[in-house]
């Protein structure tokens, strides 16, 4: 009777449990989604210990260690060597000449005023900004620097900290040519938010190429011996400084990197934040690089650190990477659905393709016409140059710096090789074609060599078929109302005026 007793009451009890646990299921946390945090650096080629660079060895200590504790990309290139038409693709993850922002600084005159209606270049309807995608995903957005965009559009779409209260430069991006990373700027980022518990996305600008030895670390300076210049350059104490100057501001972005790293880590947001370093284009300081679209002006630095599964610790990858992957890939880790209009693929996904070629594209950069496409393979780089009987020192925003006066002098005293003075100011050939191999300088144009025929032609197809295929707006005469801004816009700047300018303004002068 007691044996029965207790077994009822046995049963009576697992049910009773059972049935607690079925009515009152115990409610999982749900799992908090990654920040993720742009640092951009302006202007930017990748001279970094991480990157093999036997001058800066050891001289990058935290970059170096971003990229043994994340995910390295060897072959990163930017879409154009120009940063208003690399950020405009890299904002929308849409091609330049797409979308017709590939025109350096058009669609609009100065940060504080509005871009008259017929300025304006706006979007293909249904495309949206990056910012704009995170945000409504639930993200909240900031801009710590510029964003510098060739369309019409209004940053409180962009950027959460954007109401007219407490918008500012700083937090919610602007169009000069400043940045703001300074850490009281960095403490009103992310910690602007008023619910600490939603996902970031933002930017973080680094001076890079343009901080010239501002921010290199006490006793890590460079002088102008310590540096061999490349072939391309007369070896004259101008060239000798540019060159050197980047080399030091590449130090000088490792410690801004370590300045930003260390706030995140301050406020307890690094251990759930993805981290992607990169930069924008090519060293500015020095002639052929930025504006150009050799290696020196399309190869960049890209670092992706974080705690995310896919993101191994010290991998380098070395296949042929766009930053347009970058936007497709910054959607997918905030768990956004990818728009199909994207140019780019997320770099981690299953099914990744990796690429035979990457394109890249100069235009119009401030008054200065031309016209560059180029291919990059595994082994080779295409150029095709548009306007080939403008040489490549055609009147330029350079023209007053030291290295242009220098290079124009060392030409008329009859000072450079032969290399250089045909490179700088002879007709440049329609076609380019280098081995990135065996002349890491592309000084030896293989385009007429028989030999290379079939390769010359592999790269040139690719190039007039992605032309066709995407409806390259490069194809067509830029409109006469940005043309005419630009003009007004520079008209009576000295360098303007004194120098040979393109035949395309002439309609405008009185």
Not at 74 to 98: H, K
């Amino acid at each position: 009777m007691k044996n029965t007793l207790y077994i009822s009451i046995l049963l009576f009890s697992i049910i009773s449990i059972s049935f607690s646990y079925n009515t009152s299921p115990k409610k999982e946390k749900k799992k908090k989604r990654y920040n993720i945090l742009w640092i951009l650096a302006e202007d930017l080629s990748p001279f970094m210990g991480c990157y093999g660079d036997t001058i800066n060895k050891d001289a990058t200590p935290v970059i170096d260690k971003l990229a043994s504790e994340g995910v390295m990309f060897n072959r990163a290139y930017t879409t154009a060597p120009v940063c208003s038409a690399s950020r405009s693709a890299l904002i929308t993850g849409v091609m330049q000449t797409t979308t017709g922002t590939h025109n350096h600084r058009s669609s609009r005159t100065t940060d504080e005023e509005i871009v008259p209606e017929e300025l304006r270049i706006n979007l293909p309807e249904g495309m949206k900004t990056l910012p704009e995608l995170m945000r409504k995903a639930g993200y909240f957005t900031f801009n710590s620097g510029k964003d510098d965009y060739n369309f019409h559009y209004n940053r409180e779409d962009l950027y959460t900290v954007g109401s007219a209260k407490n918008y500012r430069p700083g937090i919610n991006g602007w169009q000069g040519n400043k940045a703001e990373h300074s850490k009281s700027v960095i403490k009103d980022t992310w910690n602007a938010r008023t619910d600490k518990n939603q996902p970031w996305f933002g930017q973080i600008q680094i001076d890079g190429g343009k901080a010239h030895a501002n921010f290199v670390r006490k006793g890590q300076k460079l002088g102008v011996n310590d540096v061999e210049i490349p072939p391309y350059f007369p070896n004259i104490p101008s060239q000798r400084a540019a060159w050197t100057d980047h080399y030091n501001a590449v130090r000088g972005a490792d410690a801004n990197v370590e300045t930003i790293l260390k706030q995140l880590k301050d406020d307890g947001e690094l251990e759930n934040t993805i981290v992607f370093f990169f930069s924008d284009h090519g060293s500015p300081t020095s002639l052929r690089h930025k504006q150009f679209c050799y290696e020196g002006g399309m190869l960049v630095p890209l670092i992706i650190k974080g705690n995310h599964p896919v993101l191994k610790a010290g991998t380098v990858r070395k296949d042929l990477v766009s930053l347009l992957d970058i936007t497709a890939t910054t959607l997918a880790m905030g768990e956004v659905k990818l728009p199909e209009y994207l140019d780019g693929q997320n770099l981690f996904f299953t099914n990744y393709k990796p690429k035979k070629y990457v394109v890249g594209a100069r235009d119009r950069c401030d008054y200065t016409i031309d016209k560059i496409r180029t291919i990059v393979s595994q082994d080779f780089r295409y150029i095709k140059n548009y306007y080939p009987n403008r040489p490549m020192l055609q009147a330029g925003y350079r023209d007053n710096r030291a290295i242009v006066k220098d290079l124009k002098k060392a030409y008329n005293q009859g000072k450079l090789t032969a290399y250089q003075e045909q490179h700088w100011f002879g007709t440049r050939p329609v076609e380019e074609l280098y081995n990135l191999k065996l002349d890491p300088h592309q000084i030896n144009n293989l385009a007429k060599e028989a030999t290379y025929t079939k390769t010359l032609q592999e790269h040139r197809t690719v190039l007039e078929n992605w032309i066709k295929r995407t409806d390259d707006k490069g194809q067509y005469p830029e409109e006469a109302n940005q043309l005419k801004a630009t003009y007004d816009l520079w008209k009576d700047k000295p360098r303007f005026k004194n120098a040979k300018i393109n035949p395309e303004y002439d309609q405008f002068k009185k």
